[in-house]
C-alpha cells in the first residue's frame, strides 16, 4: 500500500538512551516532515527535508536529528532521551508544496514514552 | 509568527444536529489552509485544502469556507462516525520548507 509508513509503533526508553525512529514513503515525494504532538496540543514541527541530502530545523528541533541519503527514508534520532521527549511522533510527505489541493500524507505515529 | 487558534476544544453534538467548527489565523501571507481529521491512534487525514478569501469545498456532510482571518468546518446532519478531532492548518507563502503550522484541533464527539 502505498504511504508514509512509521516504526515503530510503540517504545518505551529510558533516560539517556537513544533511538531512531524509522519513516519510510514509496510515493516518490521530495519534501517530508516531522512533526510531534503533545496531549491537547498541535503538531511541532521538528525537522524537514526538501530532497535527499537537503534536511533543516523547524521550530523545536533540540534533542533530535535527521539525514535523508535517499528520497524514500527520513528517520529522526534521538540522543540522550528526556521526559520531555515523550510525545507521539508523525512522519509527513507531499510531492511538493506548489502542487495544489493535495494534502500532506501522514503515517500512523510512534509513541514514545520516557522514563 | 504564524498561529492557528481552534475553537471550540471539544463539541459534543446528538447525531443530526448541525454545527459549526472554527479556525482564526494570523500568518505574513497565507498560501493554503488545510483540514485534517484525526481518529485516536492515527495521523491525520486530509479533508480539503482552501486558497482565496471565499473558497468553499464539500465532502460529504463536510463544508470548508474561508476568510481573510478565519475558516469554518461546517458539519451538517453529523452521525457518529463523524466523531474524531479536527485539525486546522495554515502553509505561510515565502517559506522553502512549505511546513504546515496547526491548531490544537477541535474535539468532536456525536451522540447517537
Known amino acids: 500500500n502505498a504511504g508514509v509508513t512509521q516504526t515503530p509503533k510503540f517504545r518505551i526508553l529510558k533516560i539517556g538512551q537513544s533511538m531512531t525512529l524509522q519513516c519510510a514513503q514509496d510515493?516518490?515525494?521530495?519534501?517530508m516532515y516531522w512533526y510531534r504532538q503533545d496531549p491537547g496540543m498541535g503538531l511541532k514541527l521538528i525537522y524537514y527535508s526538501v530532497g535527499a541530502g537537503i534536511t533543516d530545523k523547524g521550530e523545536v528541533p533540540n534533542g533530535y536529528n535527521v539525514s535523508r541519503s535517499t528520497t524514500e527514508d527520513f528517520p529522526l534520532r534521538l540522543e540522550l532521551a528526556a521526559p520531555s521527549q515523550t510525545s507521539v511522533y508523525f512522519c509527513?510527505?507531499?510531492?511538493?508544496?506548489?502542487?495544489?489541493?493535495?494534502?500532506?500524507?501522514f503515517g500512523s505515529g510512534t509513541r514514545l514514552t520516557v522514563v | 509568527e504564524d498561529q492557528v487558534t481552534q475553537s471550540p476544544e471539544a463539541l459534543r453534538l446528538q447525531e443530526g444536529e448541525s454545527s459549526s467548527l472554527n479556525c482564526s489565523y494570523t500568518?505574513?501571507?497565507?498560501?493554503?489552509l488545510f483540514w485534517y481529521r484525526q481518529d485516536p491512534g492515527k495521523g491525520p487525514e486530509f479533508l480539503f485544502t482552501?486558497?482565496?478569501a471565499g473558497e468553499e469545498k464539500e465532502k460529504e456532510r463536510l463544508k470548508a469556507t474561508l476568510t481573510k482571518k478565519e475558516s469554518f468546518l461546517h458539519i451538517t446532519a453529523p452521525k457518529p462516525e463523524d466523531s474524531a478531532t479536527y485539525l486546522c492548518?495554515?502553509?505561510?507563502?515565502?517559506?522553502?520548507?512549505?511546513?504546515?503550522?496547526f491548531g490544537s484541533g477541535t474535539r468532536l464527539q456525536v451522540q447517537p
Open positions: 482552501l486558497y482565496s
Open positions: 510515493m516518490n515525494h521530495n519534501y
Open positions: 509527513a510527505s507531499t510531492p511538493s508544496p506548489a502542487v495544489r489541493n493535495y494534502g500532506y500524507t
Open positions: 492548518a495554515v502553509q505561510a507563502e515565502g517559506t522553502g520548507r512549505r511546513a504546515l503550522t
Open positions: 500568518v505574513s501571507g497565507l498560501r493554503g
